[in-house]
Nanobody, 109 residues
């Protein structure tokens, strides 16, 4: 299984970013896939994840971030709006027990 992430970058507070993750090497679909992040000095935490028909959002991103499936079969997106400096970190895509390499998101005030 290979996960390729894209879309990270540096923005100012209040701006938006869209992350994408494409999975290859599997035929199981996107039933267990999501985004996690590791902020500087903190443990990795869930940002948004799909578990079958359920979607889970981290408390700090509810109402600002949206996870969705792409037009392709094996792509998910994370739409991040109204970004805050505390959203800074490395964002990882996860598919079952496989992780992507991570993409940096930096939000300045």
């Amino acid at each position: 299984v290979r996960l390729v992430e894209s879309g990270g970058g540096s923005v100012h507070a209040g701006e938006s970013l869209r992350l994408s993750c494409t999975v290859s090497g599997t035929t199981f679909g996107l039933s267990h896939m999501g985004w996690y992040r590791r902020a500087p000095g903190k443990e990795r935490e869930v940002v948004a994840a799909v578990f079958g028909s359920n979607i889970v959002y981290g408390d700090s991103v509810k109402g600002r971030f949206t996870i969705s499936r792409g037009d392709g079969r094996n792509t998910i997106h994370l739409e991040m709006n109204n970004l805050k400096p505390e959203d800074t970190g490395v964002y990882y895509c996860k598919y079952f027990n496989d992780w992507g390499q991570g993409t940096q998101v930096t939000v300045s005030s």
